[in-house]
Structure formats: C-alpha cells, structure tokens
T-cell receptor, first 112, second 113 residues
C-alpha cells in the first residue's frame, strides 16, 4: 500500500512567521513530489514540484526533499493570512508516471 | 488565462442512475486526469488519459467508471450505476507536455441519494 502521510493540523502561525509543513511517503521508488494549496471548497492549486534531494525555492516557498528519509517539506516564509488553507502533499511513483497519490493535507492558519 | 472548466457544478442523482461529468481541459494540453475528494477526505486519483487511451488507473476506477474524449475539447467521466459512496467532489485536471504540472478544474459536486 502506497501511503502519503501528513499531520492534519491545524498548524497555527502568526503573520510574518515561517510555516513548516511536513510529509512522509512509504514507497522508496517515488520520483516526483508536489505541494498543492487547497482553499476550502476550492480545487487544488499547484505550488511547487521537486524531483531531486535538497532545497528548491520559489518566492516565499521552499520545498525540501530527502529521499533517504522519505521526507518532503514545505516552508512558507513571511506567512500571510491569505496563506491560510490546506496544503496537500502529492507523490508520483516510478513506473506509474501518470498516477498520483495525495496526503490528507495539513490545515494552516495564519493569524493576523 | 486559460483554465479547465467542468460542468455541472453540482449534480444530484438517484442511486443506480448513470451520470456523466464533463470537463473541458486547457486547449493545448495532452494529459487528462480525474480525481475525487469525498468530503473531509483526501484527494484520490482515479484515472489518467493520454493519446486517447487510459495510461493509469487506480483501484477505485472499476468497471462502473469509464472515460472518453468524444471530440477535440471535452473529456468525460461516466459512472454507470451510482452508489451512495460515489458522493464526492470530482475534479478534472490537465497538463501540457509535462504530466507533472497539472491544472485543476473547479470540480463537480456529485450527490447520490
């Protein structure tokens, strides 16, 4: 069974702080990793993808991947109230390049 | 900005009835997907479609489900005999050349009574 695990939260951070969201996955052959943002009642929106070990930065967002530990994280710097949403981790397995597994999501609350 | 559209936004049906959910992917996209999200639960992959055929499907996508690209613009999901547990939000997504960069539609909320 291929699993993607996230802490459901809620994670509460004050405005301007760094929010750290974590995700673990069970399948060692996973190749591609994604972070989506989902506002309540809306569809998922891709924030970032990461394929190699290390950090990848895009504006206020940094994705971190450690394949040895089967761990991927998302850091949001200078958190804003508009960042309040559920953040979904998704994984694409090797050999199933068009099949994606989502975690249950972590709800983030950014307090003004 | 181009976007994925889905119709209807909300579909109510009786158990055992057939429903067709419609999606119009972004026009130059090559890869198409259906996902579902039961209220309060995770997004679940159903099926991916490329070059006019299914490329991957999940355990959920059994014989009651089918997909079709009947013309150059629409991508449909048919559920042949709906069950109560099919009640969920169904999302269509599409991607251009890179199957990893998916754009989601707004979803169709299916309610099975």
């Amino acid at each position: 069974q291929k699993e993607v695990e996230q802490n459901s939260g809620p994670l509460s951070v004050p405005e301007g702080a760094i929010a750290s969201l974590n995700c673990t996955y069970s399948d060692r052959v996973s190749q591609s990793f994604f972070w989506y943002r989902q506002y309540s009642g809306k569809s998922p929106e891709l924030i970032m993808s990461i394929y190699s070990n290390g950090d990848k930065e895009d504006g206020r967002f940094t994705a971190q991947l450690n394949k040895a530990s089967q761990y991927v994280s998302l850091l949001i710097r200078d958190s804003q109230p508009s960042d309040s949403a559920t953040y979904l981790c998704a994984v694409n397995m090797w050999g199933n390049f068009n099949k994606f597994y989502f975690g249950s999501g972590t709800k983030l609350n950014v307090k003004p | 900005e181009p976007e994925v559209t889905q119709t209807p936004s909300h579909q109510v049906t009786q158990m055992g009835q057939e429903v067709i959910l419609r999606c119009v992917p972004i026009s130059n996209h090559l890869y198409f997907y259906w996902y579902r999200q039961i209220l309060g639960q995770k997004v679940e992959f159903l099926v991916s479609f490329y070059n006019n055929e299914i490329s991957e499907k999940s355990e959920i996508f059994d014989d009651q489900f089918s997909v079709e690209r009947p013309d150059g613009s629409n991508f449909t999901l048919k559920i042949r005999s709906t069950k109560l547990e099919d009640s969920a939000m169904y999302f269509c997504a599409s991607s251009e050349e890179d199957p990893d960069t998916q754009y989601f539609g707004p979803g169709t909320r299916l309610t099975v009574l």
